[in-house]
């Protein structure tokens, strides 16, 4: 199964992720991370985070770029966290797609779903605010907004988290006895 999970800030998607990950038991889990460790503060924030998923019994995976050529056989169940960093480290680091990221983000979306049993993707809905942006920015929301649109097409269901609560909005059926 391929589940995409949306929502805001703070809104308890990460949480759900993980609880449907370990729902779905196929055994090893892996855990691909996405957050660029910019300065110390990120650095400690990663550590913690690798070792509450160790107790979850996820493996981790740092992916910052170039997920199509992440080591993913071998895994049951692998959870991406989350697109939004991955999308910007794609257009704004050094070695990353740039123009090309969503093209490349699909495609490593496609050959990790062709490696493993299931797969669960954390992404950011961060189009409602309703704030003007600068051009750079814009660029950023127009290419995750693409990706998000496609992953959701991709998916076998999507679920939006808000206020912690799950709403599905995709694949109703496929999460019976998983949800």
Avoid: W
Avoid at 110 to 118: A, D, F, G, K, P
Wanted: aromatic fraction near 8%; proline fraction near 2%; glycine fraction near 8%.
């Amino acid at each position: 199964m391929f589940l995409l999970i949306t929502g805001g800030s703070g809104s308890g998607k990460s949480e759900y992720a993980e609880q449907m990950v370990l729902r779905l038991k196929a055994a090893p889990r892996l855990y691909i991370a996405t957050m660029y460790p910019f300065d110390e503060e990120c650095r400690q924030r990663i550590r913690r985070h690798r070792k509450m998923r160790a107790r979850k019994g996820f493996e981790t995976l740092e992916c910052y770029t170039g997920l199509k050529t992440a080591d993913t056989a071998g895994y049951g169940t692998v959870l991406l966290e989350c697109m939004s960093n991955l999308t910007a480290n794609e257009l704004y680091q050094e070695g990353g797609a740039q123009k090309r990221c969503v093209q490349e983000i699909l495609e490593g979306v496609r050959t990790i779903r062709s490696r493993c049993t299931h797969l669960v993707i954390v992404t950011n809905e961060i189009f409602s605010d309703g704030m003007e942006y600068e051009e750079e920015t814009r660029q950023y929301q127009k290419y995750l907004g693409e990706i998000n649109q496609k992953l959701a097409s991709m998916a076998d269901a999507v679920v939006e988290v808000v206020y912690s609560i799950p709403l599905i909005h995709k694949g109703e059926r496929n999460l019976e006895g998983v949800s």
